[in-house]
């Protein structure tokens, strides 16, 4: 948060001196028909069957490299990911519970009496491979407390009926607990929560935080409360805590999946040196051929608008940025791999940047851009937010394009690259038509999105993601400029 405002003074107090710029008038450069011709040509070959779906870790994946870093020397940008690299490699990891029934086991032991848990325990360690407990004192929530202490949780274990794990979850993040001991009351309610434990969630190799989880069976629920008995208290630290005077152990089986997986990175160097930054930002990644129910004759997960539109965007949108002369900062071009995953290959770049965050002056993220016809208006996902908003506006009126609200900014805000930037005070914003028409959006988001029929061979409208391009071809000038947009960057 403190980023964020930071970030948010700096590009304000520029603000008065980029109004005062003149926004240049669009270069001379290539038509909309020959932009949507190299459109076609690159989301065709990123998006065909022998792309496999793009997913991280596959064949598909090195292909799809080997393409990027091809395309970026074509345009003149130099290895960006540091050391000379062009990649920036990094490690995904699943863990999910066992499938082998008693495989998990538990035991609550108050003073020399122990109870077992394991009747139809599923558990599961997302952070550690490691995931045995031992000597972790048990506790409850005190219902007179509103919130938990930070780390008020640490090493403990705190018991959570399964009713009121959705509105309690939010609240474990900063209190750190050692585990969540989840409990249940009914059948349908272990199998319900059950479901959710065990699908497990792919998250970056780096990342050891979150609290084991040990669902209960209702048998092993009933079982712990009779541990605990009627000797429950509050906590004396005053921690929002009550104490139950009661210790876990258990051993945690585990099944682990790995995926070796990289961000592809490019980069100019500015003609000012310590300018700063423009980043442009696209997923690569799509899900491979798990698209539809087994039985489909089609299962293959193209990806042609999501997000082939994107990369070809981001590529096009560079070269024709770079034809109109030397910029006065860098650029980075960025096509990041696990979107799909969670963000996590932009929770990589910002975990390990290639240059200091806060030396970013402008972040453009492009995504699912192939929706809208020519003459559509143009959102900004993240209008508000950042410092961007009156060079953004300047840039689209000498472009004559029209910026539009959009009632979809807070359900879509935080499901896209930019976010994972933005939360850490990078001033990022998505800029395009396809949110800007509600009703063509939510057509491809209920007939194509995340199945099979995203796929170039069925067509692909490429009107408003060919005048996003040239437009995107302008911000990047603009915001490279310290001319046109002095705030920006250390």
């Not at 004192?137 to 780390?151: A, K, M, N, W, Y």
């Not at 209702?218 to 541990?227: H, I």
């Not at 005070?425 to 029929?453: I, K, N, T």
Request: aromatic residues 4%; hydrophobic residues 40%; negative net charge.
């Amino acid at each position: 948060m403190i980023a964020l405002s930071r970030t948010i003074a700096v590009g304000a107090a520029a603000l008065s001196l980029a109004a005062c710029a003149t926004v240049p008038a669009p270069q001379t450069g290539p038509s909309l028909d020959m932009v949507e011709e190299r459109l076609a040509e690159d989301i065709g070959t990123l998006a065909a069957d022998d792309f496999g779906g793009r997913y991280p870790g596959s064949e598909g994946e090195a292909k799809t490299q080997r393409w990027l870093i091809q395309r970026y020397s074509e345009i003149g940008l130099q290895p960006g990911a540091g050391e000379g690299d062009w990649t920036q490699d990094f490690t995904l990891v699943r863990r999910q519970p066992s499938e082998e029934a008693g495989s998990s086991t538990a035991t609550a032991t108050r003073g020399s009496r122990s109870v077992s848990l394991s009747q139809g325990l599923i558990a599961v360690d997302p952070g550690r491979d490691d995931a045995n407990l031992a000597d972790v004192p048990i506790v409850g929530l005190d219902p007179d407390s509103e919130e938990l202490q930070p780390r008020s949780l640490v090493n403990r274990a705190v018991r959570v009926p399964a009713a009121e794990l959705p509105r309690l979850f939010s609240k474990f993040e900063a209190a750190a607990p050692k585990a969540l001991i989840v409990t249940t009351q009914t059948a349908e309610e272990y199998e319900k929560t059950a479901g959710l434990i065990s699908r497990g969630r792919w998250r970056l190799g780096s990342d050891t935080s979150g609290p084991a989880v040990l669902l209960l069976s209702p048998q092993a629920s009933a079982g712990l409360s009779d541990a605990i008995g009627a000797n429950a208290k509050r906590h004396p630290d005053g921690l929002g805590l009550i104490a139950y005077d009661t210790i876990l152990k258990a051993s945690i089986a585990q099944k682990v999946e790995r995926i070796e997986t990289a961000n592809v990175i490019g980069r100019l160097p500015g003609r000012v040196p310590g300018a700063g930054t423009v980043v442009l930002l696209a997923h690569w990644d799509h899900l491979g051929d798990d698209c539809g129910p087994p039985d489909a004759t089609d299962r293959l997960c193209n990806g042609a608008v999501d997000n082939a539109s994107g990369l070809a965007v981001m590529i096009e949108a560079v070269r024709i940025a770079l034809q109109g002369g030397p910029l006065d900062r860098d650029v980075i071009v960025l096509a990041t791999s696990s979107e799909e995953l969670g963000l996590l290959g932009a929770k990589a770049f910002v975990a390990d940047p290639p240059v200091p965050l806060p030396t970013i002056a402008a972040a453009f993220n492009l995504d699912t851009m192939a929706i809208a016809p020519r003459g559509t208006p143009v959102v900004v996902l993240g209008a508000g937010k950042t410092a961007l908003d009156y060079g953004i506006s300047e840039v689209a009126r000498v472009q004559g394009r029209e910026i539009v609200s959009s009632d979809l900014q807070d359900a879509f805000l935080p499901r896209q690259d930019g976010w994972a930037l933005l939360v850490e005070g990078v001033p990022a914003v998505l800029v395009s038509s396809a949110l800007a028409d509600r009703a063509d959006f939510e057509s491809f988001m209920g007939s194509d999105y995340h199945r099979a029929s995203d796929d170039p061979a069925r067509g692909v409208e490429l009107g408003g993601a060919a005048e996003d391009t040239l437009l995107h071809a302008a911000l990047i000038r603009y915001f490279a400029s310290l001319k046109t947009y002095p705030g920006g960057g250390d």
